[in-house]
């Protein structure tokens, strides 16, 4: 499966994030739920040689892994934005929020202009 060289991880995060999983013994199906992927997105992950810290790190708090370790120059990325969307039910719960914000002003919007209208 693995196209680098042994311990040749650090050109490839995906196939290192995948040696560290199968060297675990966990599920990718439990590995995906709790960190909040599905399992089509594990396999693409692992295919990516580029994969962002913030998705390596998600996989890491599960399997109580610190890939700063072998990724040292990421350990900035670790605490840059806390807030950033990295899951399906952060993106729910993100777009959920601004709905309702956009909903309110626009009622705001609606009855300012009912009562800006002469004749209502």
Do not use: C
């Amino acid at each position: 499966m693995f196209l680098v060289k042994k311990g040749d991880f650090k050109k490839h995060k995906g196939e290192y994030l995948d040696y560290i999983v199968r060297n675990t013994g966990i599920t990718i199906k439990a590995l995906t739920t709790f960190a909040g992927f599905d399992r089509s997105s594990y396999y693409n992950h692992i295919l990516d040689p580029h994969l962002p810290y913030k998705v390596i790190s998600k996989y890491g708090e599960v399997l109580h892994h610190d890939f700063s370790d072998q990724y040292p120059e990421e350990r900035t990325a670790k605490s840059s934005d806390p807030n950033e969307i990295t899951t399906f039910e952060e993106m729910k719960k993100d777009r959920d929020y601004w709905r309702s914000r956009f909903l309110d002003l626009a009622e705001k919007v609606a009855d300012n202009y009912k009562k800006e209208t002469p004749g209502n």
